[in-house]
C-alpha cells in the first residue's frame, strides 16, 4: 500500500527540519486563541462548567494535534520526475497528487511571518485545474527558489509542445 503513495524507484525530498515547530507553534496559538477566552467567560460568569466542556474540546483538538506533528512531518514528499512532480502527504488520509509540468501555469513562493522567523518558505503551484492545485509547505528559502526556478523551466518547456 505505501508504493501506492510513494513510488520507490524515485528518491524523495524532504521538508525542512523547522517545518515541525512551525506546527507545533500553529498549533500552540490556536490552543491559546480558543481556551483563553473560555477561562476569561468562566471566571466571569461562574459558568464553570461551560468553560470546563470548551476546554475539554479545545484540549481534544489540540492535544493529537501536538503529538502528530512528527507524523505529518515525516508524511509529506516531493520528487521531480521526468514530465511531472509528485506530492505526497497526509497521516490519516493520505494524497499523492501529481502535477503535469505542462498544465503548471504559476509558481509562486510565499513565507508568513512565522515562516520567515524560522527561515522556510512554500511553494505553491497553480494548474489548469483549480481542483490540482498544490502546496509544498517547509522549504528553506533556498530549495523554494531552486524549485520555483526549476518548475517554471519545466512548464515553459513542456507548454510549447501545446
Given at each position: 500500500m505505501d508504493d501506492l503513495f510513494a513510488p520507490p524507484q524515485y528518491e524523495w525530498k524532504r521538508l525542512a527540519p523547522p517545518y515541525r515547530t512551525l506546527?507545533?507553534?500553529?498549533t500552540g496559538i490556536?490552543?491559546?486563541v480558543f481556551l483563553v477566552p473560555a477561562v476569561i467567560f468562566g471566571v466571569?460568569?461562574?459558568?464553570?462548567w461551560v468553560s470546563a466542556i470548551v476546554i475539554a474540546i479545545g484540549l481534544a483538538i489540540t492535544v493529537p494535534r501536538w503529538l502528530l506533528v512528527e507524523r505529518h512531518y515525516r508524511s509529506w514528499g516531493y520528487?521531480?520526475?521526468e514530465d511531472d512532480l509528485y506530492i505526497t502527504h497526509g497521516v490519516m488520509f493520505r494524497t499523492l497528487v501529481a502535477v503535469p509540468y505542462g498544465r503548471m501555469?504559476?509558481?509562486e513562493v510565499e513565507s508568513g511571518p512565522l515562516e520567515r522567523a524560522l527561515g522556510l518558505?512554500?511553494?505553491?503551484?497553480v494548474t489548469a485545474s483549480a481542483s490540482t492545485n498544490a502546496t509544498i509547505p517547509g522549504l528553506v528559502p533556498d530549495e523554494?527558489?531552486?524549485l520555483r526556478d526549476s518548475l517554471t523551466q519545466l512548464g515553459e518547456a513542456h507548454a510549447s509542445g501545446l
Open positions: 506546527r507545533r507553534l500553529t490556536a490552543a491559546v466571569l460568569t461562574q459558568l464553570w520528487v521531480e520526475r501555469q504559476l509558481v518558505a512554500h511553494v505553491t503551484l523554494a527558489a531552486r
